[in-house]
């Protein structure tokens, strides 16, 4: 039978009553509908998970008591980086969604000179503390116990200069390269470059292969935005990951 799981940003040690507050609370009570009594399983992203007994449900108040710590974090063996143009509306929140699902460690937003979306830095945080709510849920959801690093949308070169410093592998999904990612692929630490909607510019894909990007295909058709980080990070868990 499913458990339901609720992250909780806060310590958790066995026996405290614990009072929930926010989404978390909201989740519960809202959505869930739960009832005193209903079994729980909370994390905080520090590792492992607690079992958990739903104490009190009402108007006033919704309190659980944390129960054991069971070690397992269902991570994957690799280290992944999704490098990701910003695109519009759902299509963000869908890859984020589905690559945290995936497995991926860090997503990097990215402004490119074709992306549609434009964010000052006001609108900039709102979009990351959405995006990582998003990561949250799906955490709740898929089973992972360590919610992926949302990282703050930056321009394009800067988040090459930054991924560039960084150890590992690091591929651009190109639909005219010349190398599948099944061949490119190898090592546990790999970064993932994917443009937004109108795809990267001649110029943005030379500044990539100039800090060590190596341009690989999926496939003989051109992936939308929305696709191509879904396929390539499942195959690149099928081929040096876990999902076997």
Not at 22 to 45: E, P, T
Not at 46 to 69: I, P, Q
Not at 101 to 125: C, H, M, N, W, Y
Request: aromatic share 2%.
């Amino acid at each position: 039978m499913r458990q339901t799981r609720i992250f909780v940003d806060m310590t958790l040690e066995c026996g405290q009553e614990l009072p929930l507050s926010g989404s978390a609370a909201n989740h519960v009570q809202r959505v869930l509908r739960l009832r005193a009594g209903a079994s729980l399983v909370l994390f905080n992203g520090h590792g492992g998970e607690y079992s958990a007994t739903l104490l009190r449900a009402d108007r006033d108040a919704t309190v659980v008591r944390v129960g054991e710590h069971h070690a397992g974090d269902r991570e994957s063996p690799l280290q992944l980086t999704l490098v990701q143009g910003v695109s519009r509306g759902e299509r963000m929140d869908t890859i984020v969604q589905k690559a945290t699902e995936l497995g991926v460690t860090r997503i990097q937003p990215v402004l490119t000179e074709f992306s549609v979306v434009k964010l000052d830095a006001e609108a900039a945080a709102k979009k990351r503390t959405h995006w990582r709510a998003i990561a949250i849920g799906a955490c709740e959801q898929c089973g992972r116990n360590r919610v992926p690093e949302i990282a703050a949308p930056m321009d394009y070169a800067t988040a090459l200069a930054d991924t560039a410093s960084q150890p590992g592998l690091r591929l651009l999904l190109a639909p005219d390269a010349s190398q599948s990612l099944v061949t490119a692929a190898q090592g546990t630490a790999l970064t993932l470059l994917i443009g937004p909607e109108g795809g990267l510019s001649e110029r943005e894909v030379r500044l990539a292969e100039r800090v060590g990007y190596m341009g690989c295909r999926v496939g003989p058709r051109v992936l939308r935005t929305e696709t191509a980080p879904l396929a390539a990070l499942a195959l690149l868990q099928g081929l040096l990951g876990d999902l076997r």
